[in-house]
């Protein structure tokens, strides 16, 4: 799979991108990562100025949508691929785990990280971006944001994590949508607190059993909402 993320702030990236998990993936070849500098299509040399005061006025700065729309349409030619564009907006649709697993179909993502105020609304309406939001606040910029659904995404590649049935019995997965249950490691009691013994008995089904009723109870009293009989539209 292909990243491009376009950021005024390529270097945020830096660090994230040689850690662990995802530089393994890296140098696997089961992901690319290409970050491209806004500031590179900046009609307004050598200030390579890429944003304007809103129309109406009101505080804060945009992002321009010429400069945006030529830094998109150059990189879409960067590879035969076509990517998948999504705008990071505190107003999109909301980032989740369903929505990770889609997009960890995809072969190319690109990412528009925003600043400042964030875009034109021309970007959005000329380009048609997937607009996503990582939550309910407002970060500082897209960069954050675009991180949380890059990481997401590639724990879910096949080959990316050591035992694949990992990713199906994390919390909100395919497996069950629900909060995973509580899990125990070495050593057997500490300062009073013991290991459930169904876990040490080599049980296999009474383990599943005990882990199914852990799973729900734990939904049941964080996270109510994802239970099936509480869905919407059930
Ligand atoms: N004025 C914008 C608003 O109220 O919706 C907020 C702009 S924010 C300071 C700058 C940029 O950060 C946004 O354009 C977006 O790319 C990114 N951003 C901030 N919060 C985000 C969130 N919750 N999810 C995704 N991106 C976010």
């Known amino acids: 799979m292909r990243f491009d993320i376009v ?18 993936a890296i140098q696997r070849k089961l992901v690319e990562i290409h970050r491209h500098d806004l500031r590179d299509w900046a009609a307004d040399t050598p200030h390579r100025k890429v944003d304007d005061r809103p129309f109406g006025g009101g505080p804060g700065m945009l992002i321009q949508v010429h400069t945006t729309v030529d830094c998109v349409e150059a990189v879409e030619t960067m590879d035969a691929k076509p990517a998948r564009r999504i705008l990071l907006s505190p107003g999109g649709k909301r980032f989740d785990q369903p ?3 889609d997009l960890a179909t995809s072969d190319r993502i690109m990412l528009l990280c925003g600043r400042y105020e964030g875009f034109d609304q021309r970007v959005v309406d000329i380009l ?5 939001s990582v939550g309910d606040f407002v970060l500082n910029g897209g960069e954050v944001a675009a991180m949380v659904i890059v990481d997401a995404v590639v724990r879910l590649l096949p080959g990316v994590l050591g035992d694949e049935n990992s990713c199906i019995e994390d919390s909100f997965s395919r497996g069950n949508r629900l909060l995973e249950f509580p899990q125990y490691t070495r050593p057997r009691e500490y300062r009073g607190h013991e290991v459930p013994s169904v876990l040490l008995g ?13 799973s729900r109870e ?12 509480n869905k919407p539209n059930n």
């Open 7 to 24: 950021t005024l702030f390529p270097a945020i990236f830096d660090g994230y991108l040689t850690q662990s998990l995802l530089d393994k």
């Open 99 to 101: 929505l990770a697993e």
């Open 128 to 132: 048609q971006p997937e607009e996503v």
């Open 202 to 214: 080599g049980d296999h089904k009474a383990i599943a059993d005990w882990r199914d009723a852990q």
């Open 218 to 229: 734990r939904t049941r009293q964080r996270r109510s909402d994802l239970l099936p009989e």
